[in-house]
């Protein structure tokens, strides 16, 4: 009698949903209709919000890449699970949610790019890219075929494979979890062929602060080299012909005619030639207004360029999910099935003047985040909670009736995305940053942000405060800081910062470990993007600091 109610019981439990977790690299909001539609209509991403829920506060913990991607695979923040930023190795011992559901009897797969490690655990099937991949002929990691070159354009590449894995080796009596990840839109941003002449023809409006002359803040800001005018590099990000600088005189700007040449010798013969099409009538108008261009000039048509490519590179993006989306509707796999559209952290699209990400300003530190569940998610709703990348393992795992582990840190976006928003409690968010000095050279900084303000603590190289009012100034000018105005709230913010580092088992002894260890691998030259001067520049600086702290 008992194992008949067991077996009735089990019959008329809910079936477990299906996850497909889709993620572009460095996908800014800015970017994605659903939020705002200046830049480029994104139809396809924007059904997925039609269909479910849009996230306006959504985050990350820590704005680069592969320690956005580690801290959604294990749910805890970066100090916790290893991988603090792009140069050291994720620590494989590391429990991720992909394994438990595994073990908990779903079928798996991942489809794109990862970014670290060639052998992901907790799949049944995976084909990666390795390291940042390739825009065109992409090499593949298998897990069952070695390493293999397919032809063609990455991002429908790693759609077709992620749809013949739906038709051909998905199992139906398994409930099933898919990571689908783009390498697109990271930079350099190369756009497929068919969008080459459209989007190199574009007039894209700019930001407000392309011009900021980061007066009113903290010194990090002015230090870090992300600038357009300065730093995006004219043949690599921007295609201007090598051999165009070359007659114009024009300098490398790091990694310049290497990067533009790697990427172009991928090319196949006709590939090629529509890449020179689209490309030389851009170079062609560009050799005439060099001469007479002044530096804002130059700000101005760097920035049009930027966003061509990088927009052009979006649009790739959106047809293909657009094509998942479809096959899912075809084959009658979207009424139980759970579907995000998000991106490992934002991105800045000439905020600031800036390319990149990093900062904890809200163009790096936000992300977007498009939820669809069928039945569960009321269709079109909007949520400005605090939620952020650490959510999403619990999530997931809850959905599936899976227990989490007692050490992830974050929070299930069950409650949220159900109606039950009185279970969501969370007030305030942390987040921390580490790569530095490194590429782009921005400060190391931990931060507590509520929906009103961010308290920012620059710790290294030197130590400094900055407080923005959320409300007041949305485009993070001021920092009001030692505003009178502004003690009790900085008191309060103080407080509850120390009680977030304390909650997630982060402190100041923890950071200078990861310092001393990365400290010791720059001045070895083991560091991408610094040199052995520029850690001595900043040793110097630091000890300086220290003997004259209150200068």
């Known amino acids: 009698m008992i194992g008949c109610n067991a077996a009735q019981d089990k019959e008329q439990s ?11 690299d460095d996908h800014a909001y800015q970017a994605i209709s659903a939020y705002d539609n200046k830049l480029i209509q994104t139809p396809n991403i924007d059904r997925i919000a039609k269909m479910g829920m849009l996230f306006t506060n959504a985050s990350v913990t820590n704005s680069i890449c592969a320690p956005s ?62 390291g940042q991949g390739a825009y065109y002929n992409p090499e593949f990691i298998t897990k069952n075929e070695g390493n293999i070159t397919v032809d063609g354009y990455v991002t429908d590449i790693v759609t077709d494979m992620t749809i013949d894995w739906l038709q051909n080796e998905r199992k139906a009596e398994q409930p099933f979890m898919l990571m689908y990840l783009h390498k697109a839109p990271h930079r350099s941003w190369l756009m497929a062929e068919r969008h080459l002449e459209d989007f190199t023809t574009r007039t894209f409006p700019e930001p407000k602060t392309l011009f900021d002359d980061y007066s009113g803040r903290t010194s990090p800001a002015g230090e870090a080299e992300m600038s357009i005018l300065k730093h995006m590099s004219w043949a690599g990000d921007n295609k201007v012909f090598p051999e165009l600088m070359d007659e114009l005189g024009i300098p490398e700007i790091g990694f310049d005619k290497r990067r ?99 900062f904890i300003y809200d163009e790096s530190f936000k992300t977007p985040l498009l939820v669809a569940w ?58 921390h940053y580490y790569e530095y000095p490194a590429e782009h050279m921005v400060n190391r900084h931990y931060a507590i942000v509520t929906k009103e303000y961010k308290l920012i603590h620059y710790y290294y190289v030197e130590d400094q405060w900055e407080l923005i009012d959320r409300k007041k100034d949305p485009m993070e000018l001021r920092n009001v800081y030692e505003d009178p105005a502004y003690a009790e709230i900085r008191e309060d913010l103080h407080n509850r910062l120390e009680a977030l580092r304390t909650k997630y088992k982060d402190n100041s002894q923890t950071s200078q470990r990861y310092i001393d260890a990365f400290m010791k691998d720059a001045a070895e030259g083991k560091v991408f993007g610094v040199t052995k001067e520029k850690v001595e520049e900043i040793k110097a600086r630091r000890d300086l600091i220290e003997q004259n702290p209150f200068k």
Do not use: C
């Not at 006709?270 to 020179?276: D, L, R």
């Open 260 to 358: 533009y040449e790697y990427e172009s010798s991928r090319f196949t013969p006709s590939q090629k030639e529509n890449f020179m099409k689209a490309y030389s009538k851009v170079n062609e108008a560009f050799k005439k207004a060099y001469p007479s261009m002044t530096e804002e000039d130059k700000m101005k048509w760097k920035y049009q360029r930027y966003m061509q490519d990088y927009l052009g590179t979006i649009q790739a993006v959106d047809e293909n999910v657009g094509r998942l989306l479809d096959y899912l509707e075809a084959n009658d796999l979207m009424e139980n099935t759970i579907i995000v559209y998000t991106s490992d952290q934002g991105f800045f699209l000439g905020e600031h003047g800036w390319y990149d990400k990093r």
């Open 374 to 431: 069928p039945g569960q998610v009321k269709a079109g709703t909007l949520s400005d909670e605090l939620v952020q990348n650490l959510d999403f393992a619990q999530t997931f795992l809850e959905a599936a009736g899976v227990d989490a582990p007692d050490d992830m840190q974050g929070e299930s976006l069950v409650p949220l995305l159900t109606g039950n928003e009185d279970k969501w409690t969370r007030d305030a968010v942390y987040y």
């Open 69 to 130: 991607r580690a801290t959604i695979l294990t749910g805890k923040h970066s100090h916790m699970n290893g991988k603090v930023d792009n140069h050291f190795q994720f620590d494989t011992t590391n429990v991720t949610f992909p394994q438990l559901l595994q073990d908990a009897g779903y079928q798996t797969a991942m489809f794109g790019k990862l970014h670290f490690g060639n052998n992901p655990k907790g799949f049944d099937q995976f084909k990666i890219l390795p």
């Open 14 to 24: 809910p079936k477990r949903p299906n996850i497909i977790f889709i993620m572009s």
